[in-house]
């Protein structure tokens, strides 16, 4: 397996509260991608890193914020968590022109 | 138009038929194309990669490039109950360091 790791696994948090999630990898791979999966919808790139501090926008991110300051980590927060963040949280690692590779997933319940 | 579409089915074959997933995009300079499988409570797993027209084999699987008309396509010889997930359609729209997924297919393989 890819060594990609997401933390935490699960998490319920309360409305208006901050958080964020992290995903690492050992592979210092250089794209690092922030999806979340929703019944119906799919995985949604939410932010993608191209590397160290180096980051952009994908179709739905408002409402979340990345940083990027080691290779190694992509940091997700949610600045204030709202009940429609409420999703599975996936991160995957790619290098240039090869496959993406996923971590376990984060399920977030916001309450 | 979303950029990556699929059926989100379910299509239901029977063991040791073929199945047969579609997938349409939207941007024509595209470079790289993905197939991936995701079984329910996990995370996505890559079953093959594509980046020129034509077929790619690999044991029971065959992806299909066909880059005029858009569309890519996996085949499923054989198709055993241990199938049945969801499978996800996965391109590098040009120029950009996004991956982008469709909405996946659901397959049920019956005994």
């Known amino acids: 397996d890819a060594g990609i790791t997401q933390s935490p696994r699960h998490k319920v948090t309360e409305t208006g509260t901050p958080v964020t999630l992290r995903c690492h990898q050992t592979?210092?791979?250089?794209?690092m991608y922030w999806y979340r999966q929703d019944p119906g919808h799919g995985l949604r790139l939410i932010h993608y890193s191209y590397g160290v501090k180096d980051t952009d926008k994908g179709e739905v991110s408002d409402g979340y914020s990345v940083s990027r300051s080691k290779t190694e980590d992509f940091l997700l927060t949610l600045e204030s968590a709202t009940s429609s963040q409420t999703s599975v949280y996936f991160c995957?690692?790619?290098?240039?022109?090869?496959?993406?590779?996923f971590g376990q997933g984060t399920r977030l319940t916001v309450v | 138009q979303k950029e990556v579409e699929q059926n989100s089915g379910p299509l239901s074959v029977p063991e040791g038929a073929i199945a047969s997933l579609n997938c349409t995009y939207s941007?024509?300079?595209?470079?790289?194309f993905f197939w991936y499988r995701q079984y329910s409570g996990k995370s996505p797993e890559l079953i093959m990669s594509?980046?020129?027209?034509g077929d790619k084999e690999d044991g029971r699987f065959t992806a299909q490039l066909n880059k005029a008309s858009q569309y890519v396509s996996l085949l499923i010889r054989d198709s055993q109950p241990s199938d049945s997930a969801t499978y996800l359609c996965a391109v590098n729209p040009h120029n950009t360091d996004k991956l982008i997924f469709g909405t996946g297919t659901r397959l049920q393989v019956f005994p």
């Open positions: 995957a690692i790619r290098n240039i022109n090869t496959e993406a590779f």
């Open positions: 941007d024509r300079g595209s470079q790289s």
């Open positions: 592979e210092n791979h250089r794209y």
């Open positions: 594509i980046y020129s027209n």
